[in-house]
């Protein structure tokens, strides 16, 4: 089983910045789609960004711009770099990883963002 692990949230002020993290237990970003999700209680978890193992991404539209989704394979780190933060960014943001049909969730870390 794959291991994921959230790291760098935290509380910031509107139009802050936050790089959060995701390290895999081994080394699947050749084979698999990797991706940041964020949920806030009672809303449905939604996608922010992915990045498949060519690299190809995509953002939703509601943080295009601001947000950037990279990977570091030799490390076996997914971040996302996130900009210009708005207090509606806040939520706690999920790293997720698809291989072949099976599907692995980090822990979550809390982003935090005051008006």
């Known amino acids: 089983q794959v291991q994921l692990v959230e790291a760098g949230g935290g509380l910031v002020q509107a139009g802050g910045s936050l790089r959060l993290s995701c390290a895999a237990s081994?080394?699947?970003?050749?084979?698999?789609?990797m991706g940041w999700y964020r949920q806030v209680p009672g809303k449905q978890r939604e996608l922010v960004a992915y990045?498949?193992?060519?690299?190809?991404?995509r953002y939703a539209d509601s943080v295009k711009g601001r947000f950037t989704i990279s990977r570091d394979n030799a490390k076996s780190i997914m971040y996302l770099q996130m900009n210009s933060l708005k207090p509606e960014d806040t939520a706690v943001y999920y790293c997720?990883?698809?291989?072949?049909?099976?599907?692995?969730w980090g822990q979550g870390t809390q982003v935090t963002v005051s008006s």
């Open positions: 081994s080394n699947i970003f050749s084979i698999a789609v």
């Open positions: 990045i498949s193992s060519g690299d190809s991404t």
């Open positions: 997720h990883a698809r291989v072949t049909y099976s599907d692995y």
